[in-house]
T-cell receptor, first 114, second 111 residues
């Protein structure tokens, strides 16, 4: 089935140790998003790609970077994770039609920082 | 300031009860979406409403978009334990912009 896949589902890292989260999609959607979701909070958009065009939210820390080598894959790199970066990280995709189009989410990667 | 205010934040009810949750804003939107997020999973789209006053039904779930397109409600009839989850409303502020989510209502249905 076409879907959004995130690996790993659970990631444990140490304070300050770089970590990379992966997302892939078989939907062939133009747009890919990374959200951070902390407990009992709404998903917070970090950045998104419209094809290869990278769009960073103004309040996304510099510690967070992203790469999209091709349509199917997108990576979230956290260069020096702090305790406050522990969260669920959600990847999503959509077509570029805007308006009422659906965002399809992956199952998320839960990041723990020790 | 939160663009979308959802209420209540938490709701715990017995199986079989009815409930309504709300999503409010002072802004007008061309469309509004409701997502449900189950524990440990990503959000899944339930419905999109686009017309002021529109009512959509999805089995026991009834969604309404306010006449002025500033607010929406979700009513669940005869709640089941499978309805447990985080209910998020979401909008786009314009055109091709990413979705903005409310903080959600965390629903727990107890058998």
């Amino acid at each position: 089935d076409a879907m959004v896949i995130q690996n790993p589902r659970y990631q444990v890292t140490q304070f300050g140790k770089p970590v990379t989260l992966s997302c892939s999609q078989t939907l062939n959607h133009n747009v890919m998003y990374w959200y951070q979701q902390k407990s009992s909070q709404a998903p917070k958009l970090l950045f998104h790609y419209y094809d290869k065009d990278f769009n960073n939210e103004a309040d996304t820390p510099d510690n967070f970077q992203s790469r999209r080598p091709n349509t199917s894959f997108c990576f979230l790199d956290i260069r020096s994770p702090g305790l406050g970066d522990a969260a669920m990280y959600l990847c999503a995709t959509s077509t570029a039609s805007g308006g009422a189009d659906t965002q399809y989410f992956g199952p998320g990667t839960r990041l723990t920082v020790l | 300031t939160q663009l979308l205010e959802q209420s209540p934040q938490f709701l715990s009810i017995q199986e079989g009860e009815n409930l309504t949750v709300y999503c409010n804003s002072s802004s007008v939107f061309s469309s509004l979406q409701w997502y449900r997020q189950e524990p440990g999973e990503g959000p899944v789209l339930l419905v999109t409403v686009v017309t002021g006053g529109e009512v959509k039904k999805l089995k026991r779930l009834t969604f309404q978009f306010g006449d002025a397109r500033k607010d929406s409600s979700l009513h669940i009839t005869a709640a089941q334990t499978g309805d447990t989850g985080l209910y998020l409303c979401a909008v786009r502020e314009g055109g091709n912009t990413p979705l903005v989510f409310g903080k959600g209502t965390r629903l727990s249905v107890i058998a």
